[in-house]
């Protein structure tokens, strides 16, 4: 099993410029997830899908978008990059601990600059 | 909104020396959850806690979730090199798939 993949790796954008980050998990996990790391700030939540269908925003949704295409992908869309969201990207997928919370699991991660 | 704050932000260690850090939250917590990224890696997952006072132990690791639930600790005892990379505490917000993340301790362990 690949577990979450993520492409591309690295990416440098010119201000203005769209991109589309690409995730794919085997592991049959229904819910899926996108973060964002800065330095300092530990990871956080851009949106998540709880289901194939379904798209919730988290702690920093602006200036994204995404789309959760069928149970495997979910992939997060950066319309009009900006150099406030040069970061690294991670995601992920989860199971369930029971109840109570989802153990994630995440991808290689994306390292992204705008210019 | 909910904060998890972390401390320290950084951490030196002699090779055999112990590490703690600690994790503590604004508002009480379901459950709280700890991570590991090593350096150039992607997070992943060591533990879950649920219970309040609940301590559990993976080796040398030893994790505890806090009487009121509003705080965490993980302490390794007798770093070795493997121990290094970043540490992060992680609670829910809200729903269970909305996991809000400390900002992690950053561990070197120095031989």
């Known amino acids: 099993n690949a577990g979450v993949t993520q492409t591309p790796k690295f990416q440098v954008l010119k201000t203005g410029q769209s991109m589309t980050l690409q995730c794919a998990q085997d592991?049959?996990?229904?819910?899926m997830y996108w973060y964002r790391q800065d330095p300092g700030m530990g990871l956080r939540l851009i949106y998540y899908s709880a289901s194939e269908g379904t798209t919730d925003k988290g702690e920093v949704p602006n200036g994204y978008n995404v789309s959760r295409l069928n149970k495997r992908e979910f992939s997060l869309r950066l319309e009009s990059a900006a150099p406030s969201q040069t970061s690294v990207y991670f995601c992920?997928?989860?199971?369930?601990?029971?109840?109570?919370?989802?153990?994630?699991?995440f991808g290689s991660g994306t390292q992204l600059s705008v210019l | 909104g909910q904060q998890v704050m972390q401390i320290p932000q950084y951490q030196h260690v002699q090779e055999g020396e112990d590490f703690t850090t600690y994790c503590n939250s604004s508002t009480t917590l379901s459950n709280i959850q700890w991570y590991k990224q090593r350096p150039g890696g992607h997070p992943v997952f060591l533990i879950q806690?649920?219970?309040?006072?609940e301590v559990k132990k993976q080796k040398r690791l030893t994790f505890q979730f806090g009487e009121a639930k509003k705080n965490s600790s993980l302490h390794i005892t007798a770093t070795q090199t493997t121990d290094v990379g970043t540490y992060f505490c992680a609670g829910p917000r809200g729903s269970a798939r909305q996991l809000t993340f400390g900002s992690g301790t950053q561990l070197t362990v120095l031989p």
């Open positions: 806690l649920v219970k309040s006072g």
């Open positions: 592991m049959n996990h229904n819910s």
């Open positions: 992920a997928s989860s199971e369930s601990l029971g109840g109570l919370g989802e153990k994630l699991f």
